[in-house]
């Protein structure tokens, strides 16, 4: 008999209908003699409703509050679903993360489960029981509610599989898996089958929707396979898992591309040691996240000028903290707003030569020019004028064989 948790995204539980479907794909599960833990988020627009109710109270709500106060949704739906599941014929219970608990470290509203005590849950389910856990949320050392930021309801389902020690877990969500690229830039995308962790991870960080970084890096850390379904079609989806299981041959498995990015360049900015760690850490300490990097020396070695990437929303922060930065002495400081991040993404690159080639080729061939260029194993990442984005993705996606 197997266990498996089943986790229903927001989208999946938006209404009374949708609740019904819930349980209906619940019940197909425990109809093949499977034992099943649901782990559910809010309905959707319930959080986002919670949120502006408390800006509009404060414009600095308490953070130890504004944790319990938005938790609240997880438990309607959580109770919606084990009403649901009892009124057509199955065992079933909520149970809200304090009473098992859910134990987690780190701060308000971007905690970390370390723990899940599942004595009770395991006796619930062997006893034939359908327990329905609030996702997205825990509590910490003074049993103070916290929640685990966004898509906080993945990370309660993969770390829940690994404290049952579940056979299987399945997100299901709005879509029926992951796909080769956002279906909406481009029409030829299709879905994978499998994708290895550290690929997952990539796409997530690069703004795939799919799932969050944290909740990839919990499940490949705690080697939980995922498998992505959608609850509005039943069509088989794709297996996040090992690199043994996902590895083919093909080259790139995806292809990103962000849409809020912008450039800073600091020109003649004086050449010594530890000039470029005075210019970040300002921007470190004031929770600015930098992306891209590239320096390059002036001819008589004195002088550098030093590329970066920011978040297009961090760009007036950015150049203010520069500019009030009394450390580092420079020429001119230029900024560009219109400008999109490209990546291919694959394992199939460590042991293929000429993919940087291919992929600046191609790019070139478009006549788009390349501004900034990062890799690391298996991503090749260039920065390029935003208006070309779509025409890149396009001509990438067929020149590695990715079109349907």
């Known amino acids: 008999m197997k266990t498996i948790v089943l986790k229903f995204g927001g989208t999946s539980v938006g209404s009374i209908d949708r609740i019904k479907k819930v349980c209906k794909i619940i019940a197909s599960y425990k ?28 414009n600095n709500f308490n953070i130890a509050e504004y944790d319990a106060l938005i938790s609240t949704g997880e438990q309607v739906s959580c109770s919606l679903i084990a009403g ?24 308000h509203s971007s905690a970390r489960i370390n723990k899940i005590t599942v004595k009770e849950l395991k006796i619930f389910i062997k006893s034939g029981g359908i327990p329905v856990v609030t996702g997205f949320q825990g509590i910490n050392n003074n049993f103070r509610i916290t929640t685990i930021g966004r898509s906080g309801s993945d ?96 080259i790139i498995t995806g292809i990103s591309s962000t849409k809020k990015d912008a450039k800073i360049t600091i020109i003649g900015v004086k050449d010594r040691p ?26 008589n070695g004195k002088e550098t000028d030093l590329t970066f990437t920011i978040k297009s929303e961090d760009l007036n922060k950015t150049r203010n903290i ?4 009394k450390d580092i002495n420079y020429r001119k400081l230029l900024f560009e707003k219109g400008v999109s991040k490209i990546s291919i993404i694959g394992v199939g690159m460590i042991t293929t030569p000429g993919v940087t080639y291919r992929m600046f080729q191609t790019l070139a061939s478009k006549r788009i020019n390349i501004q900034v260029i990062s890799t690391s194993e298996i991503k090749i990442s260039v920065l390029i004028n935003k208006k070309n984005s779509k025409k890149a993705l396009a001509a990438l996606h067929k020149e590695f064989k990715l079109d349907k």
């Open 31 to 58: 109809k093949k003699k499977n034992r099943v833990v649901v782990v559910s988020s809010a309905m959707s627009g319930v959080t986002n409703d919670l949120i502006n109710k408390s800006k509009l109270l404060s």
């Open 84 to 107: 649901r599941l009892n009124h057509i014929g199955f065992k079933s219970r909520s149970w809200l993360s304090w009473q098992l608990p859910i134990l987690t470290d780190g701060p």
């Open 155 to 250: 990370a309660t389902a993969i770390m829940l599989a690994k404290f049952i020690k579940a056979d299987e877990c399945i997100i299901y969500t709005d879509v029926d898996g992951v796909y080769t690229t956002d279906p909406k830039l481009h029409k030829k995308a299709k879905k994978i089958k499998k994708i290895f962790y550290d690929e997952m991870l990539e796409m997530a960080s690069l703004g795939s929707k799919v799932m969050q970084p944290t909740s990839v890096q919990d499940a490949k850390l705690n080697k939980i396979e995922i498998k992505v379904k959608s609850s509005f079609i039943s069509k088989s989806g794709t297996l996040i898992t090992n690199l043994e299981k996902a590895f083919s041959d093909q």
């Open 322 to 325: 520069i500019k009030e930065n």
């Open 274 to 299: 530890g000039v470029a760690a005075s210019i970040f850490k300002p921007l470190s300490k004031n929770l600015i996240n930098v992306d891209m990097v590239v320096q390059n020396i002036s001819p």
